[in-house]
């Protein structure tokens, strides 16, 4: 029984090992060059092509920058905006708060 146990344990934390190495990857990774990039290329991919951005910088995912989001349905296009940068405290979401300092666009479409 000892041993299942044993077993288990070792399971269940290369399991966790692995979630926050994977975490620390995306988070490490987009904060470069190269991982914005891939952040363009994948948001339309895991919308359908209902958000695409463009001119990816700042620090992610804190105070991020964006040069171009637009938010599109079926129909097409229904919201661009332009140079866009936001300020907030993504950990907060786990206790279920928004928490915003800064949010600007210099043009809203």
Known sequence: MRRIAKWTGIGLAGALGLVLALLAVILLGANTAPGRKALTWLV?????????????SGRFPAALRVRTLTLADPSGPWLTGRNIAVDW?????????????HLTAAEID
């Open 44 to 56: 339309p991919r895991l919308t359908s092509g209902e958000v695409r951005v463009s001119g990816l």
């Open 89 to 101: 405290h993504p950990l907060r979401l786990l206790s279920g708060e928004i928490a915003v300092d």
